[in-house]
């Protein structure tokens, strides 16, 4: 480790990542990734691994399109697999108001140029023949959603990264950022080194309330336990993540045949509580049997659980600091910042390397929380 870089990155999950690749391959020197644990310790590597285009919000159907665009081709990029699959992702709507939703976000989806379709109840059967129809009022399916494995794809980004020249300094924490007249310095290490730079990116999400104090700033974004859940292997029951607004629940078969589960309790309080507990597992395989009763005896190899970031509008905030010069940020994703990673790390290279993202960052600026300017995404489990 040097005394000084061009750029510190603080935090090693796909954001950190990513961004030190794509910053790297714009031929930006000198950048340190600084990751209190290991590469995927966070969020990252808690995550179910879903990838999906169906949201509510205009921007962030872009933001994963092009994402989407990113993991297509991916592997081939980085050289390293990532276990991608376009199975799709079908949503269930079992209420009124989320058929009508569902109807009036097609619509915008679509507008978009995303293949996706509004089903009736036969033609979801077609789609998944096991799914409980009973109340069932329509479904959505977009076959160009997916997933991909989370460790594979950070590791991939990381790997690509050093290949670049990036460092990474592991098992290291950032415990402080100085900065003069408003602008950004260096940061402290916990091993006693101070390192200039002129650039801090902050990509810690659930811990951005403690990196943001640390320059006397603060963010609304607040960490929010979610657990999460896999079976035992069982034969091929379907192809798409399921998702039901009604049951609250999440779901997608892994290759090796597992079904990943989960749901967010939206009574969980704010906290860095990372425990799992009993409730859920016994709500869990509820509301997966009353989806796809045919699950019903499925058991339970292992649960965990990680955290959201959680904004008041469930967007994330991304770009430069309007207060401190040289600070940057991607944090806030709720429950889709692997999915929306590559194309967010993509942008905020940009920014930071040439002054300007091929896409605008606007809309997700820190500043739509001051002029009270929000939409929230109302499409988040
Ligand atoms: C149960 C669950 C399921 C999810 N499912 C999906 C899904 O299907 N699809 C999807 O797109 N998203 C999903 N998400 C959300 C997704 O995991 C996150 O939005 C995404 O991983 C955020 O990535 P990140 O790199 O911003 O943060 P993280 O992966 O959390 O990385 C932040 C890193 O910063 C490090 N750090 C913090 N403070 C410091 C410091 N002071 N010094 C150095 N390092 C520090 C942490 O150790 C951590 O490794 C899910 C999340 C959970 C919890």
Redesign the pocket.
Known sequence: MKEGYGAVI???????TATAYYMAKLGFKDILV????YI?????G??????RQQWDSEYNIKLAMGSVKIFEQLEDELGFPTEYYQGGYLLLAYREQDAEWFKRRVKLQQSLGLDVRLLDPYETKQVVPYINTDGLLAATYCPTDGHANPFLVTFGYYKAAQRLGVEFALKT??VGIQTKESRIKGVKLNTGDTIDTEIVVN?????TK??ASMIGLDFPVNPQR???AVTEPIGKLFDPLIISFKHGIYFRQEMSGGIVM?YGDPEEPYSKNIKSSFPFLRNIAAKLAAVMPLADDVRILRQW?????MTPDAQPIIGGSSEVEGFYQA?G?S???????PKTAQLLAELIVLGKPSMTLEPLSEKRFKSGEIKVEKAVI
């Open positions: 603080i935090g090693g999950g796909i954001i950190g600084v990751e209190k644990n995927s310790s966070g969020s990252t808690r995550c179910a691994g879903g990838i924490e950032v990509a810690t999400n659930a811990w403690d990196i979610h657990e999460i989960g659980a990680g955290l959201y970031a944090v994703f429950g889709h910042g692997f999915m929306v990673g």
